[in-house]
Every structure is written in C-alpha cells, then in structure tokens.
C-alpha cells in the first residue's frame, strides 16, 4: 500500500524558506496527483496545493499563492513544497497525501486523497 512520508520540517524564523519533500517507498509519485495540506493548532485542516498525476498542472490556496510553490522530482520520484517568506501564521503540520480525484482545485478542496502521510511539523517563529 502507498505510503506517503513527508520530511523537511523544523523551526525557522519569520521571513526565512523551508522545502518539504513527499514520497512513497515502492512508488513514482509522478503517477499520482499529491497534494499537501496543513493544520494548525485549533484549526481545520487546510488544502494549500495539489498536482496532476502525469502533469504538472498546479493549485494553490490564497493563502500560500506567491509564497510557495510545488514541484516534481522525477528521479527521486518525489514531490516537493518550497515554502518562502514564511510566516508566523503558517505555523502547523504539514501533510503529503497521494492518489488524488478531480480537478486539482477540488482535490486540494474537498479533499479527495485515498493516502495520507503521518505529517512534519513547521513551527514558524516571529
């Protein structure tokens, strides 16, 4: 079964960059729509951006628009989330998910995901 592991996460200060990478022992991940969200303390669950599978058509949410921006990497068969100027408000676990259905804004929105990752926290200091 599908796994998604998510890494990269950590403690960085307001305004600085981190990139979150995604994969899955035993896939491509270039067959798959991924997607990452987050959830912050007290908060719902939030999609910020998803992929096509085969593609790389992309959503991202308002929130992160201008800010972040994912990526494939089709020899590490990994999928990335480069995350710049960062805020203290995007402070939360981050989670990959894989295997997504429909429009990349609808999966992202919805969501619609069949495998999820455990998560990696990003704590973002002011």
């Known amino acids: 079964q599908l796994q998604p592991v998510e890494s990269g996460g950590g403690l960085v200060q307001s305004g600085g960059s981190l990139r979150l990478s995604c994969a899955a022992s035993?896939?491509?991940?270039?067959?798959?729509?991924v997607g990452w969200f987050r959830q912050a303390p007290g908060k719902e669950r939030e999609g910020i951006s998803c992929?096509?599978?085969?593609?790389?058509?992309?959503w991202y949410s308002d929130s992160v628009k201008g800010r972040f921006t994912m990526s494939r990497d089709s020899a590490k068969k990994a999928v990335y989330l480069h995350m710049n100027n960062l805020k203290s408000e995007d402070t939360a676990v981050y989670y990959c998910a894989a295997q997504g259905w429909g429009t990349v804004e609808s999966m992202c929105k919805l969501p619609l995901f069949d495998y999820w990752g455990q998560g990696t926290q990003v704590t973002v200091s002011s």
């Open positions: 035993g896939f491509n991940l270039d067959y798959f729509a």
């Open positions: 992929i096509e599978r085969n593609a790389n058509t992309t």
